[in-house]
């Protein structure tokens, strides 16, 4: 009898119940605080093993002793999403240690006989996949839209005795918050701009829409145009808002990886191949220097 | 005292070619180098106290690494990269237990293959420290620093230890031809993975692949106006300018 867990370690990490095995009980090992115990404990799962970590001391460094923890019920599907350092590094201990098959991208998990049936995108979404695995399985699925709706709270099982491995942790510089993390819209801006004192006019697009701007890293860190904190990227800012407008950004991985958690993406390019189009969900193949002044235009005119 | 630079292990989804019925077709002989390669090497060439040899698969290229500063390159010719980062991480551990004196490993931390560098470090049973952006040796111990939310951390783990990088941008200054030319001279040590004592099994694949529902944006055309007057009305049908 193999047992199902979840790995939390970021909250995020509660959004990939959903997508588990319909009707398994799900056992989770958290390493944080008590908050994130908490809110584990009240998704339905059926037991909360908590990790809480030294201070100074990262998450990631009790990696080996919450795969103990895992290893010691069988697992037969350990399940975690991309999101946390610390939940890979639970995984990769696991992966290593029952020589589990590891997938990403994934959406789904049934049961087929002996087997897990695993659905997922591959390719970076480019096809919807389907694979076999027969034997133990360690899933990052792509989180759901939301956690499970907070129930009835499982008791807390307490490691104190977690070993971590020797790590320390400093915090070097916290950026400044600027607005983009928690914006319902965002306007971002890339290399497509040619000059700095074209950006009044984005900004004049932002400040119809009642948006952040944004731009992508060069613009922040080679040209100075932006301030640094207004950088989104896989290094800069992570935004989620409901409407992200990329006006003249090419779609390079590392910007969209900052944009992932947009509701609504939409694209203005003059290169109908540019990546960006295959990351939105709207396009405008044109020149921004006419497209943003006539969206500009309709907006103030609604 | 020699420092590892895994590379070309992983499948970057531009490189895959999607057909008609939904198939999905990888290239069969040589992979493009990942996107955090470039990143990783070149944080592998500063953290080098002495030799610094790259690893890849049976799809990697080796003059990629050597025109970017590694002495040596061992390649597992008969193991290819596969959606299974369990499987991959098997190989590339088996291979870095065959260079003398590995203590550190750095290797791209892809988006696409999210457990091969935590697995990799599983199976050698070291430390890692994932999403870094840069890292420095200070004593025994590896300082690596990454971006975790808000805030820019610092994380010490003494070595041996495995450091996945995560690129920041695009590489700005690639090698010249000169340099690649050059690079096709150095030393490739070609192993199977019968050498390595393990199982050489086919790259894991999915059973049944097919096309999303959707795949592309939306495209509005016409002139500019109109673009933007339909666009406008289609994102308050999506309930976002509310």
Known sequence: MTTTWLVVTDPLDLCALGRLVPGLPVDSIVIGDRALADSSARTGVRSVHWIEPVEGVPADAYAAAAADIVLGAAPGL??????????????????????????????????????????????????????????????????????????????????????????????????????????????????????????????????????????????????????????????????????????GLSGAPQHLQGVRGAKVIVAVNSDPEAAIFRAADYGIVGDLYEVVPALTAVLASD | ????????????????????????????????????????????????????????????????????????????????????????????????????????????????????????????????????????????????????????ETVSVPIPAVIAVAAATEESSPPGMKAMLAARRLPVRDVTAADLGIAAVPAFEPTLTSLPSSTTARLIGGDPLQAATELVKALRAEGVLE
């Open chain 1, 78 to 247: 350990v399940a975690t999403t991309a999101t946390a350092p610390a939940s890979r590094a639970v995984v990769g201990v696991v992966a290593a240690r029952c020589r589990a098959s590891v997938l990403s991208g994934v959406t789904g998990v049934s049961e087929a006989g002996d087997a897990l049936e695993v659905t997922g995108g591959a390719a970076g979404n480019a096809v919807v996949a389907t694979w076999e695995v027969s034997g133990p399985l360690c899933a990052f699925i792509a989180p759901a839209d939301e956690a499970p709706a907070p129930g009835v709270a499982v008791g807390l099982t307490p490691h104190p005795d977690a070993a971590p491995r020797p790590s320390r942790v400093t915090v070097s510089a916290a950026a400044v918050a600027s607005g983009l993390a928690d914006a319902a819209r965002v306007v971002g801006v890339g290399r497509g701009l040619r000059s700095r004192a074209d950006l009044a006019m984005v900004e004049a697009l932002a400040g119809s829409l009642d948006a952040e701007l944004a731009c992508s890293m060069p613009l922040a860190e080679d040209l100075g145009w932006l301030p640094k904190d207004r950088f989104v990227g896989r290094s800069g800012q992570q935004v989620s808002p409901r409407l992200y407008l990329a006006v």
């Open chain 2, 1 to 152: 005292m020699t420092t590892v630079v895994v590379f070309n292990v992983a499948r970057e989804p531009a490189a895959a070619q999607v057909l008609a019925d939904g198939r999905l077709v990888w290239p069969a002989r040589k992979l493009p180098a990942g996107e955090d390669d470039h990143a990783a090497l070149a944080v592998a060439v500063g953290l080098a106290a002495s030799d610094l040899v790259g690893i890849t698969l049976g799809q990697g290229d080796p003059g990629w690494a050597a025109a970017r500063g590694t002495s040596e390159v061992v390649r597992v010719a008969d193991v290819t990269v596969g959606d299974d980062d369990g499987a991959t991480a098997a190989a590339l551990a088996a291979a870095v237990a065959e260079v003398d004196g590995a203590e550190l490993v750095v290797i791209g931390d892809s988006e696409h293959h999210p457990g091969l560098a935590p697995a990799l470090a599983g199976y050698l049973g070291w430390p890692v420290v994932l999403a870094a952006t840069s890292a420095v040796r200070i004593g025994s111990d590896v300082e690596a620093t990454r971006r975790a939310g808000r805030v820019e």
